[in-house]
């Protein structure tokens, strides 16, 4: 007596089965889906990245610029004042001149 229910219930769970196989169809649709998705997002993800890259490179590059030129503003302001020093020293004597020329 015991062994057809047995195989009933095994028959029952191999219909089961089979019509749980059924469903995975659509499942496995949706994996392919993702899959692409995420494909994609990888590619997007590097291209990104090469962008970053290439902005640090950018920024990089400009940091250089900006000391160079702080360099030559700095040798520029150096030789502003060795003007100016000698240009008030010019203005000094020509003063001493006019007073001497005045005293006399």
């Known amino acids: 007596m015991k062994t057809p229910v047995i195989v009933k219930i095994a ?42 890259d290439g902005a640090g490179s950018a920024a990089a590059s400009a940091a250089s610029a ?3 030129a702080q360099s030559t503003a700095n ?4 030789a502003a004042q060795a003007s100016q ?3 008030d020293a010019t203005n000094e ?10 005293s006399k």
């Open 11 to 52: 028959a029952l769970a191999a219909v089961a089965t089979l019509a749980g196989c059924t469903d995975l169809k659509p499942l496995q649709a949706q994996i392919d889906t993702l899959k692409s998705q995420v494909s994609s997002l990888q590619s997007q993800v590097a291209a990104a990245k090469s962008a970053a």
């Open 66 to 68: 900006a000391s160079g």
């Open 75 to 78: 040798q520029a302001l150096a």
């Open 85 to 87: 020093s000698c240009c």
């Open 93 to 102: 004597k020509i003063d001493r001149m006019f007073k001497r020329t005045i």
